[in-house]
Structures are given as structure tokens and as C-alpha cells.
């Protein structure tokens, strides 16, 4: 989880931009809704199908309408405008690695998993940890 938070974080985990930017890949389109270049910021805040998780997870945030170009805007917006505690935290890069579990067992052919399962999902792995 550490791994995926600094990553994530970084920039670096292999969304489409990314893998368009290194000649993977030649569509950088976001899958989940067609709309969109596929950022970090893109898949874990604006994309409809994060939306839908946030708002299942009952983390309320401040910034709703708000536009983050990356996954680490919304996290420094967080601890540094919100003053959010190390739960929140913790309870975000949770369900931002299931979201991007999801994503990624879609993609090689297995079935969507609901918002629901992705939001209950991360509060095991919470727990467990």
C-alpha cells in the first residue's frame, strides 16, 4: 500500500497518459467514461465512476467542483487545507488502490465490481492492516 500511495503520489503508475507519453499505448482515453485523458487525477477525482465511490464512502470533502489535475493535489488539499487526520488518509489511499484493482482486473477481462464492494473492500483491507 505504501508502494502504491508513493507512486500514485509520484505520478507514476501506468495510466494511459503516462503510457501514451512513453509511445505504450496511442489512446489515452479514460475507459470507465470515454470523456476524459486518463490522469491520476482524472480516474481517482473527476471521472463519474470515482465520483460515485467517493460519495459511497461517505468521506466528506470540501472540494467538491473542484478540478485536480493530479491524485496528489487532492491529497495535499487535504492534510494541508482540510487538516484531515492520518484515518482519512489512510481510508483514501484505501479505496484509491481498490479503484485502481478494479480498473486493472477490467481490463485484463474480469467483471466491474460495484462502488459498494470497492468502498467495503478497502475498509477490510483497512482493518486487516
Known amino acids: 500500500?505504501?508502494?502504491?500511495?508513493?507512486?500514485?503520489?509520484?505520478n507514476i503508475i501506468p495510466m494511459k497518459v503516462n503510457l501514451c507519453h512513453r509511445q505504450v499505448i496511442d489512446d489515452n482515453t479514460c475507459?470507465?467514461?470515454?470523456?476524459?485523458k486518463e490522469t491520476s487525477g482524472h480516474i481517482f477525482w473527476e471521472c463519474e465512476a470515482a465520483c460515485e465511490v467517493w460519495v459511497?464512502?461517505?468521506?466528506?470533502?470540501?472540494a467538491h467542483g473542484v478540478k485536480y489535475n493530479?491524485?496528489?493535489?487532492l491529497v495535499w488539499n487535504l492534510?494541508?487545507?482540510q487538516h484531515v487526520?492520518?484515518?482519512?488518509?489512510?481510508?483514501l489511499f484505501m479505496i484509491a488502490w481498490n479503484m485502481w484493482h478494479?480498473?486493472?482486473?477490467?481490463?485484463?477481462?474480469s467483471s466491474l465490481q460495484s462502488t459498494t464492494l470497492v468502498v467495503q473492500k478497502a475498509q477490510v483491507l483497512l482493518d486487516e492492516f
Open 1 to 10: 500500500m505504501k508502494s502504491f500511495a508513493w507512486r500514485v503520489c509520484r
Open 70 to 73: 493530479e491524485f496528489v493535489d
Open 85 to 91: 487526520k492520518n484515518d482519512v488518509l489512510e481510508m
Open 31 to 36: 475507459e470507465a467514461c470515454g470523456s476524459s
Open 102 to 109: 478494479n480498473r486493472n482486473v477490467v481490463r485484463h477481462g
Open 56 to 62: 459511497q464512502s461517505g468521506i466528506s470533502f470540501k
Open 79 to 81: 492534510i494541508f487545507f
